[in-house]
C-alpha cells in the first residue's frame, strides 16, 4: 500500500454515500453490513499492517479512522441508513431533472441498459467484483470506492424509474406587468410508504442465480441466512437440504429436510428428497401421503 492525499473534495464527495466507502450495495442489511465491516476493519487493523513499510501504515490508519469507522456509525442504526438512503434518492433525482446523471464507467454502463429482470443480479455480482480489491492500496480504494458509488446511484436510478421532468415556461410579458394573486402553496406530493423489505427473499433470489452458477457453498451461505431469518420455513429448509445435497454433504442435506417435514410433513418436495436420501417419512404422520411438486430445484433435482 502507499499512502493517499485525501482532499477534502474527495472527503466531501464520498460523505453521501457510506455504502460506498465500505463496499457494499444500497440494499445491505444490518447483518451484511457488520459483517462487511468487520472484514475491513480487521484488513486495516495496526497489528495486520505492522508488517507493511510507513506509507502503507499510514494509509489504512487514515482510512479506518476518516472513511470506514465513520462510514459504518451511520449505517448500523435504521434511522442512519434510512437517511443515507433519502440523501442519495434526492441526489438521483436532483441529477436526473438536470440530466448530469450519466454512466461513465463500463459496468455502470452496463447497469443502465440490463434488462429489468437481471438488474439486482448484475448489480450485486458487479458490487462483489469491485469490493473485493476496494482496500488493497489508496489508489484501488479511490478508484474501487468511486466506481461503487457511481453504481449505487445508477442502481437507484433504475429502481426509481424515470424522474418527472417539467419544462420551463417562457413568458413574453414582463413578469412586472402581472399581478399575482396571493394563493396557498400546494401540497407537498404524496409518496407512499415504501414496501417492507423480505430481506429472507434477498437470500432466497441470490440463492437462486449461485445454484444457476453451480457455485453450491455460497448457496448455501445464502440459504442458511434465509433460514436464521425465517426458521420455522419449511420451503427455505427444504432448498437448503437441496443445496446441501447439491454440493454432496448427504448429512447436512438430511438434517434441513427433516427440519422441513416436521414443520410441514405434507411439502412435496421434502418428501420427494425424503425417498431419495432414505429418511423414513413415517415419523412425520404424512401417511404415505405425497402431492405431486416441483418446486425452486425441482429442475436440478432432474439432472441427478
Partial sequence: MSNADFSPDWIKRFATD?????GLAVTADERRILKRYHQVAKQLHPDVQSGNDDAGEAFA????TRFVNPAYQRLKQEKGRAET???????????????????RRDLAQKLMVVPESEVDTFYEQTLTQLSEIQYESAETFIQQTAAIAELNMIYLRRKMGDPVIREKRAGLVSSATIQTPVTAPPPAPFEPEPEPVNYAQRHIERAKTYIANKRYPQAIQELRD??????????????????YLLNKMEGMAKVHIRQALKLNPRHAVALKYAHQLAIDTGEYNNNGSQQKGGGLFGMFAKKR
Fill in 85 to 103: 438512503l433519502a440523501t442519495l434518492r434526492f441526489k438521483v433525482r436532483r441529477l436526473s431533472r438536470e440530466e448530469k446523471l450519466q454512466a
Fill in 61 to 64: 490508519n487514515q482510512v479506518l
Fill in 226 to 243: 434465509a433460514v436464521r431469518i425465517e426458521a420455522t420455513n419449511a420451503g427455505y429448509h427444504t432448498m437448503l437440504g437441496q443445496a
Fill in 18 to 22: 457510506p455504502y460506498a466507502v465500505l
